[in-house]
């Protein structure tokens, strides 16, 4: 599934940034969901409120917001969606 996935991660200013999608597949021990781990890339890096969204099979998702504050490490993001049918 990780193949089929991508997300982007949209700044304040316009910019966006594609992040590197480290898992994408089923979330164990809780039936009818998906995860997602992503890795917030250094260009993220005390950009404040960021709008991610995921790209599964040409499907763009809603975005979600996300605030990362000055001096914040860029370190893994997990994040869930309703497993397809």
Do not use: C, H, W
């Amino acid at each position: 599934m990780t193949d089929s996935v991508s997300v982007e991660a949209r700044i304040s200013n316009g910019q966006v940034v594609s992040l590197p999608v480290e898992f994408a597949g089923s979330q164990s021990g809780t039936i009818g969901l998906d995860q997602v781990i992503v890795r917030l890339t250094p260009e993220l890096r005390a950009t404040g409120t960021v709008e991610l969204t995921m790209i599964i099979e040409g499907q763009s998702s809603n975005s979600a917001r996300i605030f990362i504050p000055m001096g914040a490490k860029t370190s893994a993001s997990v994040g869930y969606l309703p497993k397809r049918k």
